[in-house]
């Protein structure tokens, strides 16, 4: 390979040159100015649209309804849009309609253009950069509508102002003509967009309307009092019938509703959200908190409606109040007694359900995402609205306040004595002849990015796993039936679970945590980030793989593993560790002809193809029924076999389906269960 190279290089040097000489002249003749590149306008978006929505693919095209709906959202908070209404139309296109001010259409003197032209086709063009139009917005660097401008194959744009309507068009971000009047005499403001994805840049066109509702509503929270309307236009390929679908978002209790809303599963220790709202330099902050009988804390930030997901300074305030303030007055009633240590963070937070709602001028985020706030102003703010409304509320309400103190002095005895199982697990695997897990079958690849490990249901699959498996990069770790359910245990009872210990120990969780724990060395400063100290370094595996019967059991001890490692271990989920095997349901026999099949509709869809009498079809109760060639070929072979990774889209959401399926309240279980029953026969599979 290397001599060929060489060989097609000598082919473009010029005759005349010596070799040594006229490999730089080439190179020097290959870059000089007329290669460097002005990109104008909207180009640079075109060229890289990654930089500015995060991909091409779905998460990018959802991202282009966002960025236009989070302009509506602005003129909320700046108390100029009451309603909002989004529609997915059956032709692809999505149309975003407020009541707001609507975007000015008087010339911009730097750009000889009007206001609406330049805010669509100049980037970091917009109202949010001085204090005039916005004191608080969502978007910072003026480049949200100009983007979804430049991703469109077009964008047409009517705005309700001054009495008129004005209307310009757009196609993949070129003005269309000048901006016109096409209405005189009207009542009422508002700015209409409607827009179609480009697909010479996007990679998929198909909007999934659960992914925008959640946030729809996500945002009709966090904007208390507005009106949210959602319609999803759809048309059957088969009839051309159009079916609508159509959600309406209005919370009058705000981030109240919200918390009730995250909590719906679980069993809270007050009835009530405690509500705690005030304003500090220009910071205005609003927190609603609910604990409940639940292990797991569940704190959402947001700032200016964006969800800060790596929390930042206010989540940090926060924190720093709930833990002194509970401190302070568990001393004071003498529940926490002299000499006794303080609570820690973890304690008071243990089954904490929390928003945190901020709006501040001017947000300084850590990096493009938007997901860590920055701003020192915002600690010191939350913290001290944090303080006073919460002891004000243990002051008035000192039976709730005991209840609040009782479960944190709870989750201390359990932490000391997770403390002690830890240090168990960590000695056993230290001091035991061998550090793994006895059945642990490892592979003989070192290096972790090449290696990977199948978390298997039961001996028997272990078997044919073990069997069937390169042994030079795939290692296999049998399960003993289900294991513990860590929703409804205490990190001290985690630990003494013996399968979960031998998954600890082989992955390399317990040697993560313990290496970020002492690296924190359990400073409360740097609190926030808690969660994610995980060092990576000491996993042995890049990639686990749950692989579980293709049946109800199988499905159920596939979600206790998720729950363990999104509860317990979320890093491996976060940075993509955690990926689900696709083994098959049916073994299809033609003749001499196998093929595989992984659930009852495409078993139906591939005998009405065939459309074949005799044909034997035989179902795997198990992986253990497989033979070891059968389960590499079908669920272990890198070249055939269909991986899932794990990832999480929205960790509102994914928090509460975790508490709805693993949580102790079985009537909303069965509500969902019974819901989602209903969508799958609604779609036939």
Same mark, same amino acid.
């Given at each position: 390979?290397?001599?060929?190279?060489?060989?097609?290089?000598?082919?473009?040097?010029?005759?005349?040159?010596?070799?040594?000489?006229?490999?730089?002249?080439?190179?020097?003749?290959?870059?000089?100015?007329?290669?460097?590149?002005?990109?104008?306008?909207?180009?640079? !978006? =075109?060229?890289? @649209?990654?930089?500015? %929505?995060?991909? *091409?693919? $779905?998460?990018?095209?959802?991202? #282009?309804?966002?960025?236009?709906?989070?302009?509506?959202?602005?003129?909320?908070?700046?108390?100029?849009?009451?309603?909002?209404?989004?529609?997915?139309?059956?032709?692809?296109c999505v149309m975003v309609e407020d009541n707001g001010r609507g975007i000015p259409v008087d010339i911009v003197q730097k750009t000889g253009k009007s206001a609406l032209e330049t805010v669509m086709t100049v980037l970091h063009?917009?109202?949010?950069?001085?204090?005039?139009?916005?004191?608080?917005?969502?978007?910072?660097?003026?480049?949200?509508?100009?983007?979804?401008?430049?991703?469109?194959?077009?964008?047409?744009?009517?705005?309700?102002?001054?009495?008129?309507?004005?209307?310009?068009?757009?196609?993949?971000?070129?003005?269309?003509?000048?901006?016109?009047?096409?209405?005189?005499?009207?009542?009422?403001?508002?700015?209409? !967009? =409607?827009?179609? @994805?480009?697909?010479? %840049?996007?990679? *998929?066109? $198909?909007?999934?309307?659960?992914? #925008?509702?959640?946030?729809?509503?996500?945002?009709?929270?966090?904007?208390?009092?507005?009106?949210?309307?959602?319609?999803?236009?759809?048309?059957?390929?088969?009839?051309?019938?159009?079916?609508?679908?159509?959600?309406?978002?209005?919370?009058?209790?705000?981030?109240?509703?919200?918390?009730?809303?995250?909590?719906?599963?679980?069993?809270?220790?007050?009835?009530?959200?405690?509500?705690?709202?005030?304003?500090?330099?220009?910071?205005?902050?609003?927190?609603?908190?609910?604990?409940?009988?639940?292990?797991?804390?569940?704190?959402?930030?947001?700032?200016?409606?964006?969800?800060?997901?790596?929390?930042?300074?206010?989540?940090?305030?926060?924190?720093?109040?709930?833990?002194?303030?509970?401190?302070?007055?568990?001393?004071?009633?003498?529940?926490?007694?002299?000499?006794?240590?303080?609570?820690?963070?973890?304690?008071?937070?243990?089954?904490?359900?929390?928003?945190?709602?901020?709006?501040?001028?001017?947000?300084?985020?850590?990096?493009?995402?938007?997901?860590?706030?920055?701003?020192?102003?915002?600690?010191?703010?939350?913290?001290?609205?944090?303080?006073?409304?919460?002891?004000?509320?243990?002051?008035?309400?000192?039976?709730?306040?005991?209840?609040?103190?009782?479960?944190?002095?709870?989750?201390?005895?359990?932490?000391?004595?997770?403390?002690?199982?830890?240090?168990?697990?960590?000695?056993?695997?230290?001091?035991?002849?061998?550090?793994?897990?006895?059945?642990?079958?490892?592979?003989?690849?070192?290096?972790?990015?090449?290696?990977?490990?199948?978390?298997?249901?039961?001996?028997?699959?272990?078997?044919?796993?073990?069997?069937?498996?390169?042994?030079?990069?795939?290692?296999?770790?049998?399960?003993?039936?289900?294991?513990?359910?860590?929703?409804?245990?205490?990190?001290?009872?985690?630990?003494?679970?013996?399968?979960?210990?031998?998954?600890?120990?082989?992955?390399?969780?317990?040697?993560?945590?313990?290496?970020?724990?002492?690296?924190?060395?359990?400073?409360?400063?740097?609190?926030?980030?808690?969660?994610?100290?995980?060092?990576?370094?000491?996993?042995?595996?890049?990639?686990?793989?749950?692989?579980?019967?293709?049946?109800?059991?199988?499905?159920?001890?596939?979600?206790?593993?998720?729950?363990?490692?999104?509860?317990?271990?979320?890093?491996?989920?976060?940075?993509?560790?955690?990926?689900?095997?696709?083994?098959?349901?049916?073994?299809?026999?033609?003749?001499?002809?196998?093929?595989?099949?992984?659930?009852?509709?495409?078993?139906?869809?591939?005998?009405?193809?065939?459309?074949?009498?005799?044909?034997?079809?035989?179902?795997?109760?198990?992986?253990?029924?497989?033979?070891?060639?059968?389960?590499?070929?079908?669920?272990?072979?890198?070249?055939?076999?269909?991986?899932?990774?794990?990832?999480?889209?929205?960790?509102?959401?994914?928090?509460?389906?975790?508490?709805?399926?693993?949580?102790?309240?079985?009537?909303?279980?069965?509500?969902?269960?019974?819901?989602?029953?209903?969508?799958?026969?609604?779609?036939?599979?």
């Open positions: 390979m290397l001599e060929q190279k060489e060989k097609n290089l000598e082919t473009l040097l010029p005759a005349d040159l010596p070799a040594e000489e006229s490999t730089s002249a080439i190179v020097t003749a290959q870059y000089n100015a007329a290669d460097i590149q002005v990109l104008e306008g909207l180009e640079p !978006v =075109r060229k890289r @649209p990654g930089m500015y %929505i995060g991909s *091409t693919g $779905e998460t990018g095209l959802h991202h #282009l309804v966002y960025e236009v709906v989070d302009n509506s959202i602005d003129e909320a908070m700046a108390g100029h849009c009451t309603d909002i209404a989004i529609t997915l139309q059956a032709d692809g063009a917009g109202g949010k950069f001085g204090e005039g139009g916005y004191k608080v917005s969502g978007g910072l660097h003026g480049v949200g509508i100009s983007v979804v401008n430049a991703l469109s194959e077009f964008c047409e744009v009517h705005v309700k102002r001054n009495g008129n309507v004005y209307f310009q068009r757009f196609e993949r971000g070129i003005a269309q003509g000048e901006i016109a009047i096409i209405q005189e005499g009207i009542e009422g403001t508002g700015t209409t !967009v =409607r827009f179609l @994805p480009d697909g010479q %840049i996007m990679e *998929t066109l $198909e909007f999934k309307p659960e992914i #925008l509702s959640k946030r729809f509503q996500e945002l009709a929270f966090l904007n208390k009092g507005i009106t949210i309307s959602f319609t999803a236009i759809k048309k059957d390929p088969e009839t051309g019938e159009e079916q609508t679908q159509r959600e309406v978002y209005h919370h009058t209790g705000g981030v109240i509703d919200f918390v009730m809303h995250l909590n719906e599963s679980k069993e809270a220790l007050y009835p009530q959200p405690l509500y705690i709202h005030g304003e500090k330099d220009k910071v205005i902050v609003e927190v609603a908190i609910q604990h409940s009988t639940a292990y797991t804390e569940n704190v959402q930030s947001f700032v200016n409606s964006i969800n800060t997901i790596q929390g930042g300074t206010h989540v940090t305030g926060f924190r720093s109040a709930l833990t002194r303030i509970i401190n302070e007055y568990a001393r004071r009633v003498n529940l926490l007694k002299e000499g006794e240590e303080n609570l820690t963070g973890d304690d008071t937070r243990e089954g904490l359900t929390a928003i945190i709602n901020i709006k501040i001028p001017d947000p300084q985020f850590e990096g493009q995402t938007k997901a860590k706030l920055g701003n020192t102003e915002a600690r010191s703010a939350v913290e001290q609205v944090m303080a006073e409304g919460l002891l004000d509320y243990m002051d008035r309400n000192p039976n709730e306040a005991k209840l609040l103190v009782t479960k944190a002095l709870d989750a201390c005895r359990a932490r000391l004595a997770a403390k002690k199982a830890r240090e168990l697990v960590r000695r056993k695997s230290v001091l035991e002849s061998t550090t793994l897990p006895g059945k642990l079958a490892d592979c003989s690849e070192k290096d972790p990015a090449n290696s990977e490990l199948f978390l298997v249901e039961g001996d028997s699959a272990g078997g044919s796993a073990k069997q069937g498996r390169d042994r030079h990069f795939q290692a296999i770790l049998p399960l003993r039936g289900k294991i513990l359910n860590i929703e409804k245990a205490r990190e001290d009872k985690i630990y003494g679970n013996n399968e979960i210990q031998a998954i600890l120990v082989a992955t390399g969780i317990a040697a993560a945590k313990d290496a970020a724990e002492n690296a924190r060395n359990g400073s409360e400063e740097d609190d926030e980030s808690r969660e994610m100290a995980f060092d990576v370094s000491k996993l042995r595996y890049h990639k686990i793989i749950i692989m579980t019967d293709a049946d109800v059991d199988g499905a159920h001890i596939r979600t206790l593993l998720l729950t363990f490692f999104y509860r317990f271990a979320r890093p491996l989920v976060d940075q993509g560790f955690v990926y689900v095997a696709q083994p098959p349901l049916f073994k299809v026999e033609v003749g001499q002809k196998v093929k595989y099949v992984y659930n009852e509709r495409e078993l139906n869809d591939y005998l009405a193809e065939i459309k074949r009498k005799n044909v034997s079809v035989s179902r795997f109760k198990g992986l253990g029924e497989m033979m070891p060639d059968q389960l590499w070929d079908t669920a272990m072979d890198p070249a055939k076999r269909t991986l899932l990774q794990v990832k999480v889209d929205d960790a509102v959401e994914a928090d509460r389906i975790f508490t709805i399926l693993m949580g102790s309240k079985v009537e909303t279980r069965r509500e969902f269960i019974e819901k989602y029953a209903r969508e799958v026969k609604n779609l036939d599979i």
